[in-house]
């Protein structure tokens, strides 16, 4: 008993000291993810903002979510390439504070006027997204020279975990205001939050030093005179960044992140549009009680998990993306061509009637699953393309990866979108041909595991020769 409570002590100690070294990453993380489907749950609502008491105009909402995956694919390139020789912390303050005004501006779009408030609304939302395209390739490169290789699992676990959470709370909160027509003030609110978020990070934030947890380097980098000052050059490019598991993750992400985005943009559109019409207010606590328990379990109790299977050959991390992906896949497949009751509009909001429908039950199950093989996916990738990469590479190599999974991301909503017109409105055909797409990615990872244990020791070979020479140049200078 004593044991167990030791342990649990440690885990706690252990969240709470990430928490607190890690901060930063935390928040501009969780302000993109109180927002980040604030749009997506209120589809319906949305379409009615632009276009008062007309049908759901699908095309233009899949271009809003889909050059918003544009906007952030370009900005993550950009910030990319600054992540890897400025600080950190500037660049997530400027990013944070560009974002709050995005939200901000977003309350002040006119009402009612078709194509004119949807232009509004677009640009308030690449606003957004150039600024949220900076968070990820920041956060990469700040972790990786902060954390212990121990240490990142656990906190990418954490971070996801806290991702689900506040993402599912801004649709909670989104959902009930936008329902009770107080969406400019939504908007305003968090706006304003988001800005302050900013200015503290740039007063109280602190700035990490490169490559300092590195195994090969730690020991060296501990002088507080010796910088790590390597920068990416001709051959450091060919010999790593071109190497096989990086090509490989660069080409699964687009493939994957279609899988991914397609079924969030339709599956609300499905469920609140006619004869089914639920709620938006009814979809964010059907996601409550189904998918924050699935992604909470993903992100913590099966990264456990990964890592333990990881320590013994980092290829499990690549099986259990492979598994992710196919069961994704398979597991919204069935929920599309699941019978769905037909509700009135009241029916649609009132969540006794809702519940008591066993279908309603069996697809929050699927749910439930789907929503914790997602937490496999993204607790797996980040650690293994941290360790094929090198210090200086993490901005560069994390924005590319991000680039080409957000045109897969942004690129999924557009088609299904036009599909949907296509089709009329046919979801089954429309996510069946949209979803085919992803399953490439599952496929394509595979081959990594032929070249990823090579890659690995390709970088510890490189930090190994430039530990001993920044050794050298201390005993040179003293």
């Known amino acids: 008993?004593?044991?167990?409570?030791?342990?649990?002590?440690?885990?706690?100690?252990?969240?709470l000291y990430l928490l607190k070294k890690l901060w930063v990453n935390f928040l501009v993380y969780n302000s993109y993810a109180f927002t980040v489907s604030m749009i997506s749950i209120n589809f319906i609502i949305v379409s009615n903002i632009m276009w008062p008491g007309e049908e759901f105009h699908s095309s233009e909402l899949g271009l809003i979510v889909g050059t918003g995956m544009y906007g952030i694919a370009i900005s993550g390139i950009f910030f990319g390439f600054l992540v890897d020789r400025f600080s950190r912390i500037y660049l997530m303050s400027f990013s944070q504070i560009i974002f709050g005004i995005g939200v901000f501006l977003n309350g002040l779009v006119p009402e009612g006027l078709g194509l004119t408030s949807f232009n509004f609304f677009l640009i308030c939302n690449l606003i957004r997204s150039f600024s949220s395209g900076g968070f990820y390739p920041i956060i990469i490169s700040y972790v990786n020279d902060s954390t212990e290789e121990k240490e990142k699992s656990q906190f990418f676990g954490m971070l996801q975990a806290l991702f689900q959470l506040f993402q599912?709370?801004?649709?909670?909160?989104?959902?009930?205001?936008?329902?009770?027509?107080?969406?400019?003030?939504?908007?305003?609110?968090?706006?304003?939050?988001?800005?302050?978020?900013?200015?503290?990070?740039?007063?109280?934030?602190?700035?990490?030093?490169?490559?300092?947890?590195?195994?090969?380097?730690?020991?060296?980098?501990?002088d507080e005179d010796i910088k790590y000052d390597y920068k990416l050059n001709k051959e450091t490019i060919k010999s790593t960044i071109f190497a096989p598991t990086n090509i490989i993750a660069f080409a699964e992400g687009i493939f994957t992140t279609v899988l991914l985005m397609v079924p969030d943009f339709l599956l609300v559109a499905y469920i609140q549009s006619p004869p089914h019409n639920l709620s938006s207010f009814a979809t964010s606590i059907y996601m409550v009680i189904f998918g924050l328990p699935g992604g909470l379990l993903g992100s913590l109790a099966l990264a456990k998990l990964s890592d333990k299977l990881a320590k013994k050959n980092i290829k499990y991390r690549i099986y259990f993306i492979v598994f992710s992906i196919v069961t994704l896949f398979g597991l919204y497949i069935v929920i599309f061509y699941m019978p769905l009751p037909n509700l009135t509009i009241e029916e649609g909001t009132n969540l006794a009637i809702i519940f008591s429908l066993p279908a309603i039950w069996v697809i929050g199950i699927f749910a439930f699953i789907a929503r914790a093989v997602v937490g496999i996916w993204n607790i797996n990738q980040p650690p293994i393309l941290q360790a094929i990469n090198l210090p200086e590479a993490q901005g560069t190599v994390s924005s590319a990866n991000q680039f080409l999974e957000y045109i897969g991301s942004g690129t999924g909503p557009i088609i299904a979108g036009f599909l949907l017109i296509y089709f009329n409105q046919n979801y089954q055909i429309t996510v069946t041909l949209t979803?085919?797409?992803?399953?490439?990615?599952?496929?394509?990872?595979?081959?990594?595991?032929?070249?990823?244990?090579?890659?690995?020791?390709?970088?510890?070979?490189?930090?190994?020769?430039?530990?001993?020479?920044?050794?050298?140049?201390?005993?040179?200078?003293?």
């Open 435 to 478: 979803m085919g797409i992803g399953i490439f990615g599952g496929v394509i990872w595979l081959l990594a595991t032929k070249w990823i244990n090579k890659d690995i020791e390709r970088i510890s070979n490189i930090l190994k020769e430039r530990g001993t020479e920044l050794s050298k140049r201390n005993s040179n200078r003293n």
């Open 168 to 222: 599912i709370s801004g649709m909670i909160i989104s959902a009930i205001l936008f329902q009770n027509a107080f969406w400019r003030q939504f908007f305003w609110f968090t706006g304003i939050i988001f800005i302050v978020f900013g200015i503290f990070i740039f007063f109280k934030g602190k700035e990490p030093k490169r490559a300092s947890t590195q195994d090969e380097l730690k020991h060296i980098l501990s």
């Open 1 to 15: 008993m004593a044991e167990e409570n030791l342990q649990n002590s440690g885990r706690q100690e252990g969240f």
